[in-house]
């Protein structure tokens, strides 16, 4: 399919023939004085392109908290009961190209030694239009730094990309973005534009990627970490906010015989997080826990499925209360390591 050209007068009768598909449309709104990924319940309410989310789109597929079962009191043993219409039909858009990186990083974990099905389900049903960025956001985004490029396809059904003239060129990327573009074709024309195929300058690189795990391999035990990490006060924030942890807990939550089994998110940066029962804490200081953060980041998801767990969104470095930073580790890595190198 050729890309297509939405005018910008006709945006809004484009969002409203996606909100007519039957299908629920989750994208960017306002509220209060940040931007959210919610549903999307008038053309009016979307905020298509100004600014990047305050938390990412994984909650669409792996949401904060959920019940994953039901059980009662039974004869001899407990009866269970599974979770249906968990995964209705969706369109995510609105997402940065480095939120649908995520997404690609993430299924290998969800995929992984144990098929995530609430998950998974979520994934298969969803339809991801995302939008192309013509500039960085802010000085925290780093994407090129990860590998990633701010116009990527990759991972989208559907890419947009605004125009000078404030239209956007809206290009099928896969043949469920072709089936979604061909159902709302009403308000679509097809365009001359040509798409830009370079876009990986217009984020400037923070630090060489190919120095960070080498690094790591040989620096778990450094006073590196304690003097990086004194400001850091283990809120998770950082977690919480980024579109590729992924750490959850499972509990029991039960009254008069009956109850539920919830998956809540956690956060590596919690002092209960590794706390065993007998009392010990094998990261108990939080220059451990955030080593932790950045080797799960850098060198064990690399090491386990070849993939870097950052994609460099900035939010982690954006939203920390007391501007504990990532990319400063990084940058710093990056020195040392260069520092290190024979002349
Ligand atoms: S880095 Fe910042 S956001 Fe993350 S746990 Fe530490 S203080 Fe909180
Ligand atoms: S670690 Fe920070 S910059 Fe990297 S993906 Fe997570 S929130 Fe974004």
Redesign the pocket.
Known sequence: MKAMSLQAARIKDWIQSLLQTGSRVVAPVRVKEDTLFSTLETPEHLVLDERITLKSAKGVFFPQSEVVLEFEAGESRPEVKDIQGFAPQTILLGVRPCDVA?MNVLDSVFAWDYKDNFYLERRANTTIVSVGCLAPVDEFCFCTSVGLNPQTREGSDVFMLRQSDGSYLVEAVTEKGEALLKQTSKSLELSEAQPNADAEDIVPRRFDLNRVKPWLDEHFDDDFWKKMSLKCIGCGT?TF?????HCFDLVDETRQGAGVRRKNWDSCQFSLFTLHASGHNPRKTQSERYRQRIMH?FKYYQEKFGKTL????????RSCPVGHS?LEYLTEIDRLSREAQPK
């Open positions: 995520a950082c906010l980024c579109p590729t942890c980041k950052c994609v460099g969104c900035g939010r982690c470095v990532l």
